[in-house]
């Protein structure tokens, strides 16, 4: 869909947070992935088309992340990771486990909630 209004748009770059250290569970947060999903969006789009997929976060660790967005003061109770809910975060599923974690190695404390 990003790709779509991009190229409606006459844009030239998507900006993706996909985190490499998720690739465990979430193969599609790996940077050889974006690469090809740019390439395909490339090729499957009209010839003046051309877009790039900015991923800034990728080759961070989560807790670099949380450490960089307390420093810029980013409004981390705005963001959010769980796959199984959407009230309150489930705080098992992989990507919640992973998030706390990186909370936790940055010594900050989520201001999420959790069931």
């Given at each position: 869909m990003?790709a779509?209004v991009?190229?409606?748009?006459?844009?030239?770059?998507i900006?993706?947070?996909v985190?490499?250290?998720?690739?465990?569970?979430y193969?599609?947060?790996?940077?050889?992935y974006i690469n090809a999903?740019?390439n395909?969006?490339?090729l499957?789009t009209?010839?003046?088309?051309?877009?790039k997929?900015?991923m800034?976060?990728?080759h961070?660790?989560k807790?670099?992340?949380?450490t960089?967005?307390?420093e810029?003061?980013?409004?981390l109770e705005l963001?959010?990771?769980?796959?199984k809910?959407?009230?309150?975060?489930?705080g098992?599923?992989?990507?919640c486990?992973?998030?706390l974690k990186g909370?936790?190695?940055?010594?900050?404390v989520?201001?999420?909630?959790y069931?």
């Amino acid at each position: 869909m990003a790709a779509a209004v991009a190229e409606k748009e006459a844009a030239e770059l998507i900006s993706i947070g996909v985190v490499q250290e998720d690739s465990s569970g979430y193969p599609d947060c790996r940077e050889i992935y974006i690469n090809a999903m740019q390439n395909a969006i490339n090729l499957g789009t009209k010839d003046s088309t051309n877009i790039k997929i900015h991923m800034p976060l990728v080759h961070l660790l989560k807790s670099e992340i949380v450490t960089k967005s307390l420093e810029i003061n980013s409004p981390l109770e705005l963001t959010w990771s769980c796959y199984k809910n959407e009230k309150k975060a489930c705080g098992v599923c992989d990507s919640c486990r992973l998030r706390l974690k990186g909370f936790e190695q940055a010594g900050a404390v989520d201001p999420i909630v959790y069931e």
